[in-house]
């Protein structure tokens, strides 16, 4: 699979209405982006999803607040009651004091007799009201938790809203109340969450998504198998498979129910297969980030069973960024922060524990993002296990097809909506129970107290689609990321590339690594001088776009995406802006290295010249 070139602001790939990346084809174009200026954001048709309020969820709070709302509100919409009261929450911690008490919420259910029954059974839709002040707590919790519904819920309830087949539980008093003045001073729907502002309301080649034109995502899979009617039975096949894949015990390719009468291929097995380990120690989430939010306020419930209450968590390593935000915002005793995950980080948490401090959990990477730096997980666990603190592990980059690490761990966290999809247009979580973990029994038991399954049918029917092939894409993808490796580290003018392969920390990566594994998709390289960077990036024939673990090889300046208003500080954690992040895909090896190779030689003219 090869995804090339694509315009700016555009879907990658090319005309997928659920994509999970966009295209931001050079480097003053991320800038622009980071900056908020016209000429990128009026462009953007999409983004990652919890940084870009795709089209149709805008256009359903569009609909949702011409129908209920009142002057100056806008609308943040989540899959169930209780994310709605979480944000509510959060808004009272960080907002102003009234802010919190100004918030509507309305639960949305499906009419009997009107809707079709499935839907009756289980679809969910709750909005937020909020008064527009509140605009950047919105978008900082729908960032930070990945809390919000996805865009196929948003087009599925937008469909039963317009026919009269949802309508608020309780109907709110007052609502739909019109504004008294001029025109221009009315209640103008914003897409702040966005930080676009209105830009999602508005198709900008003729398609009026507010004026009921959108057409939805015409994928044959679904429209033309399934209808428009969720079909549950197909729903729960797909969940399950899903949890038995992720578990090891389900290799088959075949359609569903089929793949789930098959025996298992033993030699296709891979190695995180327990007999001890259930599918239903493994829950399903909307996304990776709420995966991780969920699994840090699941222990927190815990830690009143533990006696571990009112504990700091601790982020250990340069992590992707959202996962300390919610250690730092969401633990009300805070979090303790390693920024370099090294031995000498190691001796001072030991030093600390020894001297009588006590931790909640301590969240890693393994490896780390952007940097690709391994952390010594057995010292972690025989730290954890003597000072009695929980140790969750992100396992998205080097996926459980490479490393083993659940016997080490407590829960095992992943973003599905990477490599283990692949297609870029449907997101997905998971956090997997140790079963040997010796907190085991008490976490399934808060787990199965604390979990609502809020992950969408046609999300989760996609995402099974989409791994059947999972196993057969990684040995490619690790063949292809060693074949630029060696082409980058070879270079004139490149400064240091990061992979596990090559890393210092590497001999605690091969600890883990399975029989057949390899060191994974993901690759960062650094240059002398941002003009440097700017000049590579530019000239790479290559989709360029946020997100990672695509069939297809997606490149980004990560540092400036991810850290654009706190780049000293991530510079002083080794983490530089003159950084291009590879997320190496399908393609063939020999034409993925001669398309990086010209952007070396586009380098090489600059100083030849």
């Given at each position: 699979?090869?995804?090339?070139?694509?315009?700016?602001?555009?879907?990658?790939?090319?005309?997928?209405?659920?994509?999970?990346?966009v295209?931001?084809?050079?480097?003053?174009?991320?800038?622009?982006?980071?900056?908020g200026?016209e000429?990128?954001?009026?462009?953007?048709?999409?983004?990652?999803?919890?940084?870009f309020?795709?089209?149709?969820?805008?256009?359903?709070?569009e609909?949702?607040l011409?129908?209920?709302?009142?002057?100056?509100?806008?609308?943040?919409?989540?899959?169930?009651?209780?994310?709605?009261?979480?944000?509510?929450?959060?808004?009272?911690?960080?907002?102003?004091?009234?802010?919190?008490?100004?918030?509507?919420?309305?639960?949305?259910?499906?009419?009997?007799?009107?809707?079709?029954?499935?839907?009756?059974?289980?679809l969910?839709?709750?909005?937020?009201?909020?008064?527009?002040?509140?605009?950047?707590?919105?978008?900082?919790?729908?960032?930070?938790?990945?809390?919000?519904?996805?865009?196929?819920?948003?087009?599925?309830?937008?469909?039963?809203?317009?026919?009269?087949?949802?309508?608020?539980?309780?109907?709110?008093?007052?609502?739909?109340?019109?504004?008294?003045?001029?025109?221009r001073?009315?209640?103008?729907v914003?897409?702040?969450?966005?930080g676009?502002?209105?830009?999602?309301?508005q198709?900008?080649?003729?398609?009026?998504?507010?004026?009921?034109?959108?057409?939805?995502?015409?994928?044959?899979?679904?429209?033309?198998?399934?209808?428009?009617?969720?079909?549950?039975?197909?729903?729960?096949?797909?969940?399950?498979?899903?949890?038995?894949?992720?578990?090891?015990?389900?290799?088959?390719t075949?359609?569903?129910?089929?793949?789930?009468?098959?025996?298992?291929?033993?030699?296709?097995?891979?190695?995180?297969?327990?007999?001890?380990?259930?599918?239903f120690?493994?829950?399903?989430?909307?996304?990776?980030?709420?995966?991780?939010?969920?699994?840090?306020?699941?222990?927190?419930t815990?830690?009143?069973?533990?006696?571990?209450?009112?504990?700091?968590?601790?982020?250990?390593?340069?992590?992707?960024?959202?996962?300390?935000?919610?250690?730092?915002?969401?633990?009300?005793?805070?979090?303790?922060?390693?920024?370099?995950?090294?031995?000498?980080?190691?001796?001072?948490?030991?030093?600390?524990?020894?001297?009588?401090?006590?931790?909640?959990?301590?969240?890693?990477?393994?490896?780390?993002?952007?940097?690709?730096?391994?952390?010594?997980?057995?010292?972690?666990?025989?730290l954890?296990?003597?000072?009695?603190?929980?140790?969750?592990?992100?396992?998205?980059?080097?996926?459980?097809?490479?490393?083993?690490?659940?016997?080490?761990?407590?829960?095992?966290?992943?973003?599905?909506?990477?490599?283990?999809?692949?297609?870029?247009?449907?997101?997905?979580?998971?956090a997997?129970?140790?079963?040997?973990?010796?907190?085991?029994?008490?976490?399934?038991?808060t787990?199965?107290?604390?979990?609502?399954?809020?992950?969408?049918?046609?999300?989760?029917?996609?995402?099974?689609?989409?791994?059947?092939?999972?196993?057969?894409?990684?040995?490619?993808?690790?063949?292809?990321?060693?074949?630029?490796?060696?082409?980058?580290?070879?270079?004139?003018?490149?400064?240091?590339?990061?992979?596990?392969?090559?890393?210092?920390?590497?001999?605690f990566?091969?600890?883990?690594?399975?029989?057949?594994?390899?060191?994974?998709?993901?690759?960062?390289?650094?240059?002398h001088?941002?003009?440097d960077?700017?000049?590579?990036?530019?000239?790479?024939?290559?989709?360029?776009?946020?997100?990672?673990?695509t069939?297809?090889?997606l490149?980004?300046?990560?540092?400036l995406?991810?850290?654009?208003?706190?780049?000293?500080?991530?510079?002083?954690?080794?983490?530089?802006?003159?950084?291009?992040?590879?997320?190496?895909?399908?393609?063939?090896?020999?034409?993925?290295?001669?398309?990086?190779?010209?952007?070396?030689?586009?380098?090489?003219?600059?100083?030849?010249?």
């Open positions: 699979m090869s995804v090339s070139y694509s315009p700016l602001g555009q879907p990658i790939p090319a005309d997928t209405p659920h994509a999970v990346s295209s931001l084809p050079t480097w003053r174009s991320n800038v622009g982006y980071e900056e200026q000429w990128v954001t009026a462009k953007m048709q999409t983004g990652y999803p919890r940084f309020v795709q089209k149709p969820i805008t256009a359903l709070a609909l949702i011409r129908l209920h709302g009142r002057c100056n509100e806008g609308a943040i919409l989540f899959p169930c009651p209780g994310a709605a009261a979480r944000f509510c929450a959060f808004v009272k911690k960080h907002g102003a004091p009234d802010d919190a008490a100004a918030i509507r919420t309305l639960n949305f259910a499906p009419v009997p007799g009107v809707a079709d029954d499935a839907a009756t059974k289980v969910q839709l709750s909005a937020a009201l909020y008064p527009n002040q509140c605009a950047k707590l919105a978008k900082i919790f729908w960032q930070h938790t990945g809390e919000g519904i996805s865009s196929r819920r948003a087009e599925y309830c937008r469909k039963m809203l317009e026919d009269g087949a949802l309508t608020p539980k309780i109907p709110s008093k007052d609502t739909a109340r019109d504004c008294k003045g001029p025109r001073y009315r209640r103008q914003s897409s702040e969450i966005n676009v502002q209105d830009v999602a309301l198709e900008t080649d003729g398609n009026a998504v507010n004026g009921g034109t959108y057409h939805g995502e015409q994928v044959r899979f679904v429209e033309e198998r399934y209808g428009r009617n969720l079909n549950l039975e197909m729903t729960g096949q797909a969940k399950l498979a899903l949890r038995r894949r992720i578990a090891g015990s389900l290799t088959s075949v359609d569903l129910p089929k793949s789930l009468e098959e025996p298992v291929n033993l030699e296709q097995q891979p190695t995180r297969s327990d007999e001890a380990l259930s599918p120690d493994i829950f399903l989430y909307p996304g990776g980030m709420n995966a991780i939010y969920h699994t840090h306020q699941t222990i927190l815990m830690s009143n069973v533990l006696g571990t209450s009112n504990r700091k968590a601790i982020c250990f390593g340069f992590p992707y960024i959202d996962t300390l935000k919610v250690l730092e915002k969401f633990n009300p005793a805070g979090c303790l922060f390693y920024g370099r995950g090294d031995s000498n980080d190691l001796d001072d948490l030991e030093n600390r524990l020894q001297s009588g401090e006590r931790f909640l959990a301590l969240f890693c990477e393994f490896p780390s993002n952007p940097l690709l730096r391994t952390p010594d997980l057995r010292r972690l666990k025989a954890a296990d003597n000072y009695d603190f929980l140790l969750v592990v992100d396992e998205t980059i080097g996926n459980f097809l490479n490393i083993h690490i659940l016997p080490f761990v407590d829960v095992v966290v992943s973003s599905l909506t990477k490599v283990f999809s692949g297609d870029s247009n449907v997101m997905g979580g998971a997997v129970l140790n079963p040997h973990s010796r907190h085991f029994q008490t976490l399934k038991r787990w199965e107290l604390e979990y609502e399954d809020m992950y969408w049918p046609e999300d989760a029917i996609f995402l099974e689609r989409n791994s059947r092939d999972f196993i057969s894409r990684i040995a490619r993808i690790n063949d292809n990321a060693e074949a630029i490796v060696s082409l980058l580290s070879a270079a004139a003018h490149v400064k240091d590339v990061y992979y596990p392969m090559t890393s210092d920390t590497r001999p990566y091969d600890a883990h690594r399975t029989p057949k594994g390899g060191y994974g998709g993901l690759l960062s390289v650094t240059f001088n941002l003009d960077a700017a000049t590579f990036y530019d000239a790479l024939g290559l989709a360029k776009g946020p997100s990672l673990g069939n297809f090889t490149a980004s300046p990560y540092t995406l991810a850290h654009y208003n706190e780049l000293e500080w991530a510079e002083s954690l080794g983490v530089p802006a003159a950084l291009v992040r590879f997320s190496v895909g399908l393609e063939d090896k020999e034409h993925l290295v001669d398309l990086v190779a010209d952007a070396l030689r586009a380098l090489e003219s600059k100083y030849t010249v």
